[in-house]
């Protein structure tokens, strides 16, 4: 049996991976918002589903090419810091999506950098949800 301390670690571990994934990511099937404010929207999903708790997110640039016919790249720059210590950090989100249908865009592969040194818990998991998310 677990000790006490440790339950509650596990629990508040469990409750703070749920509470980032209740708040609904934006989805490339129905793009209502401004182009800006959508991808400040994707950047912080992506942010939120790697990391347990980032604060201040924040839009640094984004960048849409088409490497080739039917494909478009997104770079996304974010900057947010770490909620316990305040420690700033950038991070680089790139999305490659099949814009064959103009209205619904579909995300085909989600990558994820970041320039702080803790490790990645469950990032290829999370980012192949979030991938199911945005395409809803």
Known sequence: MKSAPTALLLALASLSCVSSLLA???AFKTRLDGERSFMTKVGEAVVKAVRTSPAKLELADYKITDPKPNRKIIDINMNWAGSVTGTKF???VKIT???T???KWEVLDVEYTDDNPSPKVGLETNLKNLKK???R
């Open 97 to 99: 999506v099949d814009p």
């Open 24 to 26: 609904e990511p934006p």
């Open 133 to 135: 998310e945005f395409n």
């Open 90 to 92: 950038k991070s680089t």
């Open 101 to 103: 249908d103009k209205e």
